[in-house]
């Protein structure tokens, strides 16, 4: 898979490094560093870490339509609960 990070929009908030470590990693406050050619053993914490980005500044390319991607606890401050009562 392929990843596109648009570092104009990205705004340091660290979501993606939190959850996809291996790919995605702070570097200082604000700087972002990723692999843009990740593994297919990080799909879904990719995936993950994309629909958490607050700014929309992550595309990937190449994840695999339809497959189930586990839903991860952000911190906002207040406990996570599931919307479906699982």
């Known amino acids: 898979m392929r990843i596109v990070v648009d570092l104009n929009k990205c705004q ?3 979501q993606c490094a ?3 470590p291996d790919v995605f990693t ?8 990723y692999n843009p050619l990740a593994a297919e ?3 879904d914490a990719v995936a993950r870490a994309a629909a958490a ?5 992550i595309t990937v390319e190449g994840l695999h339509e339809g497959a189930p991607v586990e839903p991860v606890q952000v911190f906002t401050g207040a406990p996570w609960e599931p919307r479906d009562g699982r």
């Open 12 to 14: 340091g908030y660290a």
């Open 53 to 57: 980005c607050p700014v929309q500044a």
């Open 18 to 20: 939190f959850l996809a």
């Open 26 to 33: 702070m570097h200082g406050e604000e700087a972002l560093l």
């Open 41 to 43: 053993e990080h799909r």
